[in-house]
């Protein structure tokens, strides 16, 4: 079965204490990526990366950073998290170029973050 | 950058009624479309796809209908049922050699009553 597996699904934490929100697909894709979902602001991309080594930022990705050392992983680490990075997370993984037919993009179940 | 967008926020139908959620686009050069549903607390389910050379798709109870004249792009549930409560979004995909570009539209609530 197909499944793009985050960990935690919820955490609260305190401001600065690093974090890392881990990410894990099992479809051998290529491409991987993160999202912020807040409210009235839909879907942004923080951080994306089209194979192991190749990461680039999307539209949000101030406070973040990411790895994609193996194919299948790619953490979302916060160094220094602020309130602001409160929100919900998720996952997504695709081949480089979805065209449908099966190929297309998956996303995790989210996890939510609080920071206080 | 290019956006989707959503016609309606919120859309309540009764049980049993067919429902249609529209999206419109305006990348005339997307190449490929979804629909998502998101429930309570979940991630994005993928419903349904369609590729930009096409005009129609059918799923079970659910449609996708393309007018690439007008750029729009829309839903249609069969015989909604309560299960089917959720956020809609549609998405526009434009692939290039360099990966591809992702807009997500922001969502239309979809409110099914007995």
């Known amino acids: 079965e197909a499944q793009v597996t985050q960990n935690p699904r919820y955490l609260i934490t305190v401001t600065g204490k690093k974090l890392t929100v881990t990410c894990s697909q099992n479809?051998?894709?290529?491409?991987m990526s993160w999202y912020r979902q807040d409210p009235g602001l839909g879907l942004r991309q923080i951080y994306y990366?089209?194979?192991?080594?190749?990461?680039d930022k999307g539209d949000v990705p101030e406070g973040y950073k990411v790895s994609r050392k193996e194919k299948r992983n790619f953490p979302l680490i916060l160094e220094s998290p602020s309130p602001n990075q409160t929100s919900l997370y998720f996952c997504a993984s695709s081949s480089n170029t979805p065209t449908g037919g099966g190929n297309t993009i998956y996303f995790g179940e989210g996890s939510w973050l609080t920071v206080v | 950058g290019e956006s989707v967008g959503l016609h309606l926020p919120t859309l309540s139908v009764q049980e049993g009624d067919n429902s249609i959620i529209n999206c419109a686009y305006s990348n005339s050069a997307s190449d490929y479309f979804i629909w998502y549903k998101q429930e309570s607390g979940k991630g994005p389910q993928f419903i349904i796809d369609i590729r930009s050379n096409m005009d129609k798709r059918q799923g079970q109870r659910v449609t996708v209908l393309l007018n690439k004249t007008v750029k729009h792009l829309s839903l249609q549930i069969a015989a909604t049922q309560p299960g089917d409560s959720a956020v809609y979004f549609c998405?526009?995909?434009?692939?290039?050699?360099?990966?591809?570009?992702?807009?997500f539209g922001k969502g239309t609530s979809l409110l099914v009553t007995p």
């Open positions: 998405a526009e995909i434009l692939n290039s050699n360099s990966g591809y570009a992702l807009n």
């Open positions: 479809m051998n894709h290529e491409y």
């Open positions: 990366s089209m194979n192991v080594e190749v990461t």
